[in-house]
Each structure stands twice: as structure tokens, then as C-alpha cells.
């Protein structure tokens, strides 16, 4: 029985070209969870996953489940359940991960082709290579190497492999409470966010909430000529830009009251960085106020992501009486989606008071996350990936959102949410040339495993 790092080390090493085989078959398989696609290879990734996980030889049972969406009877994309129960007095860890993927995009812009596993400089290039078909791999080999060094080991181990994360997990609520019993555990781990960059890791503390919605606005019941009416009517186009101007201050900050901000990190991120990897040009300064990282991840931020109004094509000389708007509101990790979705339609309401006619629709919102790290469960992570990476574990927010963590923690309150990952910010994970840092891959499966073997002599 040993946790040691260098025996942990040396057998994940003699393993790891079996991992990248066995990813590189998974990427194979263009499992791309959005309706438009296949939605077969989506099945034959699930099944297998099954496969590989019976392999294992670990678990008392394996599945194939699918959930209804909403109250609709249409189901779910197929997820892996494997579950082996915990010896008394030992606690039972969930590792999740998702084996579906973001469609390819434009294939001309891939140096290598997306649904095959490409080396190159240390890396693997291919879509879900690193989201997240390697966070299923780092579960698959750190749960054999728990067996082969415990042979009968104490925890439970609940292995949870989703099937439609891409496309906003829309089963994922049903699929909680009616296998609610099969996902019971102590600790739960999601193997889908990344590390501060290749040499250290991190556990993802803190994710943005989101709220997506239509707004619609008229100022005229018809159009009207422009030399005619231009100076005193108000066309949908003025007011929806002087709308969109009183969401920020000069800076371009937020401003609309009741949306919440939160300082964050001990970690800095310079402006050469973002301006490097973003592709913003020389010529354009950056908006907002505060540090960078909390600009990207604990404070509110508002995109314009679509409009509808006459396109240049079609422009006539008229006072256009009606925009429509899709509208991305990202929320401080901490504050409710609803409450801050309130916030913005007061702030709407107010502004267009005597202005516009609007309505909003096509409400969509996700919850943020800010993980409770004080307990046994994420210490003992953040020691492991110190040690596995050799550098000190650091806590990092993310701008985006994984929804679906918000329902664990509804589901599951008295679990620690740990995420975790194998994402470096050069992974350009759902854009082309998507792409893992192996060294990164190896030494995430030395940390969990060390996590696994840890957690087997810990009773609680
Ligand atoms: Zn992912």
C-alpha cells in the first residue's frame, strides 16, 4: 500500500501511452452533442465508454442512462453511471467529466484534422482532446491505479461521464433527481475547467453565472421617412444605442444598479497577457475598471451578441421603428441569475420609461459558483496537485459558466464541489486547433490518483 509520489508517478508513466491511445479513440468518435450532428456518435461514444469502464473491472454496476428534458418526453444525450459502494465509514467520490464535444467549426481553420489526435510539440491537437475527453481518461487511470495498489479499496467511487455538456446540459436537473441515489456522494469532482497555465495547477474557485435573453423595443407603429421625421421622431436604433450606453460608465464598467461585484485574487494577469491572447488590437484599449482578473471573473459584464434590424442591403432612407437584441449578461460569482436578470429589467424599464415600447423574452439563466474550500476534500486536492506539478496549487476564478455545478450543489448541499482540470490557456478549448498539454494530462492523473489513494485512508 503506498500514496508515495514517485510510485504513483512511475506507474502513471508506464500507462500513458495506453491514455493517449485510448484518447485518441475517443476523439475518433465526433461525438458532438448539438442537434444539427449525428446524434449517433454521440451514442457510440457513450457506449464506448462503457466499455472501457468495464475494463476496470472496479464497479458494481455500470449503465447507459438518459433523462427527459424539462416536462417535454424527448430524452437526454446518454450518460455513464458506474458506481462501487463505500466500505463503512468511508466516503464515496463522484468524478465527473462529459464525452460529448463543440462542433468542429470551420474546418479550414484546423492545422490537422479535428477528429484526429494529432502530436505535436508536446501536445495533442483535436476536438475534445483536452474538454473533456482527457478529464475522462485522468478518471479511467487514476481509478485503475487505486485498484491495482488498494486491490479491495474503502471509498466509494461514483464515476459520472455526461453526454450533452455542450449543449447546456438540458436534461441534467431530471437526471439529478431521478438517479439521484446512483450519484450519492461525499465529494464530487469535475474534471472540465483548467489549470493557471501548464506548470501550475489550480483549482477553479469561482465561475461567472449567465443570463441570456431577447429584448425587443418600438418606438413607431410604422416606418417613416427620414428627411420627414428625422430630428424629432425617435427611431428603435437611437434608443436602443442610448439603452446600451447606460449599461456602462466611461470606462466601460458595468453600471446598472443591483448587479454585484466582487474583488478577487491573489493572482495577477497583466495586460500584455490578455492583450496577447485575446487578439485585441494595438490600437484599442481595454474597458472596465479594477484588476483584469477580477474584470473577467467576479465582476458583471453585458455583450450584445446579435441584433436584428434592416441589414445594409435592405436600408432604406427610414426611421426604423423596431430592434430586437440578443443580450448576454454574465453575473458575479455569488449573486442569484434571477436577481441579477431583475436588476437589468429594472434598469431597462427605468431608462425606456417615455422613451420605447419593450419586452423581453427567450429568458435563459445559469447559476455562478463559489466553492467552499475549506474542507478536508479540496485541502487534500490542493496537496496533491501541488505535489504532482511540483508548484503550489493556486485558486482561480473562471469568466464562463458551468451551469450544471450550481445543480449538483442544490442536489448534493452537503458535498465538496471540487474542479479541477486539464486546460492551459492554450488549449483553445471549443475553437480550432483545440489542443491538451500532455506533461499537464500526466501529472492531473499523478494528483488524482494521489487524491484517491488518500481519500481510501481517510474515514469519516
Ligand atoms: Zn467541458
Not at 155 to 169: M, Q, T
Not at 399 to 409: A, D, E, M, N
Request: glycine share 8%; charged share 20%; proline share 5%.
Amino acid at each position: 500500500m503506498t500514496d508515495s509520489l514517485p510510485d504513483v508517478e512511475l506507474k502513471v508513466s508506464s500507462y500513458f501511452s495506453e491514455v493517449i491511445d485510448t484518447l485518441t479513440e475517443l476523439v475518433a468518435i465526433p461525438s458532438v452533442s448539438w442537434p444539427a450532428f449525428d446524434q449517433t456518435e454521440v451514442e457510440r461514444s457513450a457506449e464506448k465508454i462503457v466499455s472501457l469502464v468495464n475494463e476496470l473491472n472496479f464497479f458494481d454496476s455500470v449503465e447507459l442512462l438518459n433523462a427527459p428534458i424539462g416536462q417535454t418526453q424527448k430524452l437526454g444525450q446518454p450518460a455513464v453511471v458506474a458506481r462501487r459502494e463505500a466500505s463503512p465509514g468511508y466516503p464515496t467520490i463522484l468524478l465527473y467529466a462529459h464525452h460529448d464535444v463543440q462542433p468542429p467549426g470551420d474546418i479550414s481553420l484546423w492545422e490537422t484534422p479535428p477528429f484526429v489526435a494529432t502530436q505535436k510539440d508536446g501536445r495533442l491537437f483535436g476536438r475534445g482532446c483536452a474538454d473533456d475527453k482527457a478529464g475522462i481518461l485522468v478518471h479511467l487511470t487514476s481509478i485503475r491505479i487505486l485498484k491495482e495498489i488498494e486491490h479491495t479499496p474503502n471509498i466509494g467511487v461514483v464515476l459520472f461521464i455526461e453526454g450533452e455538456e455542450e449543449y447546456g446540459s438540458p436534461s441534467f436537473e431530471n437526471f439529478l433527481s431521478l438517479y439521484r441515489a446512483k450519484l450519492e456522494s461525499e465529494v464530487i469532482v469535475v474534471a472540465d475547467s483548467g489549470n493557471w497555465d501548464t506548470s501550475t495547477p489550480a483549482l477553479t474557485t469561482t465561475l461567472r453565472g449567465n443570463v441570456t435573453f431577447k429584448l425587443s423595443l418600438r418606438t413607431l407603429d410604422h416606418a417613416l421617412h427620414s428627411g420627414m421625421f428625422g430630428g424629432v421622431v425617435p427611431d428603435s436604433f437611437t434608443v436602443f444605442s442610448q439603452l446600451v450606453s447606460s449599461f456602462f460608465d466611461k470606462s466601460g464598467s458595468v453600471v446598472i444598479s443591483g448587479l454585484e461585484k466582487t474583488q478577487t485574487s491573489a493572482l495577477s494577469y497583466s495586460e500584455e497577457r490578455i492583450r496577447e491572447e485575446s487578439g485585441v488590437l494595438p490600437e484599442v484599449d481595454l474597458i472596465g475598471s479594477g484588476d483584469i482578473l477580477s474584470r473577467l471573473w467576479t465582476q458583471p459584464s453585458v455583450t450584445i451578441t446579435g441584433v436584428d434590424f434592416p441589414s445594409i442591403e435592405n436600408a432604406s432612407n427610414t426611421l426604423v421603428p423596431e430592434i430586437s437584441a440578443r443580450i448576454s449578461l454574465r453575473v458575479a460569482p455569488g449573486q442569484q441569475a434571477q436577481d441579477a436578470f431583475d436588476a437589468f429589467s429594472g434598469h431597462a424599464e427605468e431608462f425606456l420609461k417615455s422613451k420605447a415600447i419593450f419586452s423581453i423574452t427567450d429568458v435563459s439563466t445559469g447559476e455562478g459558483f463559489v466553492a467552499d474550500i475549506q474542507g478536508w476534500a479540496a485541502k487534500s486536492m490542493q496537496r496533491c496537485l501541488s505535489e504532482a506539478f511540483g508548484n503550489e496549487c493556486v485558486e482561480m476564478g473562471v469568466g464562463g459558466s458551468i451551469p450544471f455545478i450550481s445543480s449538483f450543489v442544490d442536489v448534493f448541499p452537503g458535498a465538496q464541489v471540487l474542479v479541477t482540470g486539464v486546460e492551459d490557456p492554450d488549449s483553445c478549448a471549443h475553437s480550432p486547433n483545440e489542443s491538451l498539454d500532455l506533461d499537464s494530462l500526466q501529472k492531473a492523473i499523478v494528483a488524482q490518483t494521489l487524491f484517491l489513494l488518500r481519500c481510501n485512508q481517510k474515514s469519516i
